[in-house]
């Protein structure tokens, strides 16, 4: 059987020109970067060079093992791998939409029993079906909506890249608080030692007459305030250790210890660029901005629900049975739009609505994020010093438990005198332990507050060919 190919023609001509001159046609309106107040410079008074944020910075601190930690966090966190799936997901979807740009083709066959041979047996007719449907795209309503798609895929990139800045900023507090707490057990067991030589050398006075049973029990409790702190310690340092293998995606077990705390290297002075440089570098920021670009060419796609919508169609089964039929069935849907007048521009208003909530949300995450930053840089400036005052501290404190021996046991005081004053010298060490740990962690949190960890434009997962 010979096609005629004499209404394939004329057609298919029309349809080339008509798909050329709509292809332009788009409604709603186009997305522009929303317009944000950003301070000139920051409150504190840090560097405005190019931030060193641009680096892994986890590396500055010079200890491998927090490196090595960092990196199983990395590969094994399930958080981690959960976002890993969720882009995946996005992808997917993304690809879905894509679809709709192109033709659509559905197959299968039609028969139907017709009559008997000689023998009695029945013998049928069957026409294969292979049908070609293509929704133009009238209005950019498809572009908008893969438009959309492709916004909420970077959203997911954004979110992926948020968890794993902060991954990497809790599992190096997480050994910054270990290591100050390993320091502060080795306070509490040296000076539990220190107590315990004090206690034998009151109970020998005790027994020689020398002091009253009172100075006895006084070291007793004393001791035991070393113990009790020794046990905190325990406890406290388990527990870290527990957060820190979660984190890495393992079962609990015993953390690896490389640099001591003291150890742990600062950069002299923490570069933190300008307060407009985290929009192009905080994810959240830029995840917001995907989301509220994603949502804005929704009132794009609602918009075109409210103009005619044209469907190609081409069925070849019914073409090869019968070519007179031409080579495709044109139908619009004129009048459905007319009919749903007000309930599609109340589908444009909820879009709108929604593009507005986003917006907000926007500037909203922006001001959050230079609250964060500013917050982070006074915490780093604030705990240098204090940590700085505790060492003087520590200081006068230990000389003064040595000034107060000499006095003690020449019968110028008492030993409460003594007591007090240990009490005060220990308390500072455990305090200049935990102001070192917390100016380390503030420096982390100044980091992450200005989304360091990642390089834009160098580590991006982005997909070109979706672009």
């Known amino acids: 059987m010979k096609i005629s190919y004499r209404y394939l023609v004329p057609t298919g001509i029309i349809i080339v020109l008509v798909l050329l001159i709509i292809q332009s046609c788009k409604v709603g309106p186009d997305y522009v970067t929303p317009t944000v107040t950003s301070p000139v410079s920051y409150r504190s008074n840090f560097s405005s060079d190019s931030s060193i944020a641009n680096m892994p910075w986890w590396e500055l601190f010079g200890d491998t093992v927090l490196q090595n930690l960092i990196q199983t966090a990395l590969e094994n966190n399930n958080n981690l791998r959960a976002s890993i799936a969720r882009i995946q997901e996005a992808e997917a979807a993304m690809g879905i939409v894509r679809a709709d740009l192109y033709p659509r083709i559905d197959y299968g066959a039609d028969g139907i029993a017709v009559g008997l041979t000689q023998e009695g047996e029945s013998y049928a007719s069957l026409t294969p079906l292979v049908n070609i449907s293509y929704e133009v795209d009238l209005w950019g309503r498809i572009r908008r909506m893969n438009e959309s798609a492709l916004q909420q895929y970077l959203a997911t990139e954004e979110a992926y890249r948020s968890i794993t800045i902060g991954l990497v900023s809790s599992v190096a507090n997480g050994y910054l608080l270990l290591r100050d707490l390993d320091n502060r057990l080795i306070i509490a067991e040296s000076t539990a030692d220190i107590w315990q030589s004090n206690l034998e050398i009151v109970q020998a006075r005790y027994n020689a007459g020398i002091v009253s049973e009172v100075d006895v029990n006084q070291a007793e409790i004393q001791l035991n305030e070393a113990m009790i702190s020794i046990e905190s310690n325990e406890r406290l340092r ?97 009048l459905g739009p007319l009919f749903n007048a007000k309930a599609n521009q109340r589908r444009v208003e909820v879009e709108i609505a929604r593009t507005e909530q986003l917006l907000y949300n926007y500037e909203e995450t922006f001001i959050m994020a230079l609250k964060e930053v500013e917050d982070a840089m006074v915490a780093v400036q604030r705990y240098q010093r204090e940590y700085e005052i505790r060492e003087s501290q520590v200081v006068s404190a230990k000389n003064a438990v040595r000034l107060s021996w000499v006095r003690y046991e020449s019968g110028l005081t008492s030993y409460l005198e003594i007591l007090d004053l240990q009490r005060s010298e220990f308390s500072s060490q455990l305090m200049a332990s935990q102001a070192l740990q917390l100016q380390l962690t503030s420096t982390v949190n100044l980091y992450k507050a200005l989304g360091g960890g990642w390089v834009p434009g160098q580590d991006t997962v982005y997909l070109r060919e979706f672009k």
């Open 238 to 334: 388990s527990q870290t250790e527990n957060s820190i293998s979660v984190l890495m995606g393992l079962p609990p077990q015993t953390i690896p210890r490389g640099l001591s705390l003291s150890e742990q290297l600062l950069a002299p002075e923490i570069p933190v660029g300008l307060p407009s440089d985290i929009l192009n570098r905080r994810p959240d920021i830029m995840k917001a901005e995907n989301e509220l670009h994603a949502q804005s060419e929704r009132i794009g796609a609602a918009e075109a629900l409210k103009y005619p919508q044209l469907t190609l169609s081409a069925n070849l089964g019914a073409q090869i049975a019968n070519p007179t039929l031409g080579f495709a069935s044109l139908s619009a849907q004129l």
